[in-house]
């Protein structure tokens, strides 16, 4: 469990017991309206037992005053908690997790990388290339190992996984080009072709999750 998971389930805890209080509280404010009522009824001219009711009225008004203050502080402690508990759910299911984030940043970084190496072996470097083709295919086919955090919302795990999906599928094709595919222009207009498309979901993420590509491509 994450930190986020661990203040969203005691936060929640915390609002269950309190709210839980009270109740309790309530419960006890009910009684003692009633027995406040009990003793309005009673009518008597006996000086003693006038005072003794009086002063249980007292004692019963102040407990009951105390309950009602005790009620309003636990009921904002609950709010409280439980408005803590949701945002902590709603932040994750709006936010990257830790682990999608550094595969993301990876992912953007290979993508370019590729673009890198095809340039390379364009301008005659085509043996060094070609190795290092070989490496970053074996780095997207890795995409397939990868899923979205399940904290995150059905909409940006949706686009998370296709992101996942396309990155495994290209890497897939990469590895499975002839060697010095990169010399016929229809293969290699080809493969580009698959790359924007790669980037056309890399770049549904970076704007539903806000990332910084400009950050990204400075320290590349």
Known sequence: MTLLDWIAVISLAIAIIFLLFIFLLMVGIIKANKEQRKLRLIRTRNKRKRKVIARKKRQLKKKKNKRIIGSFLCLLVTVL????????????STNLSQEDKKVIVSGYYN??????????????EGDRAEQNLDNLSLRLAAFALNKADYRINGEGQIRINRYYSSMKELGINLSSQSKGFYKDASLLESFRGDIERVKKNEQAVIKQFKINEKSLAEKK
Request: net charge negative.
């Open 81 to 92: 908690g439980a408005t803590t508990s949701m945002y902590a759910i709603y932040y994750q």
């Open 111 to 124: 993508l370019r990388d590729i673009e890198e190496q095809l340039q390379l072996a364009e301008s005659g």
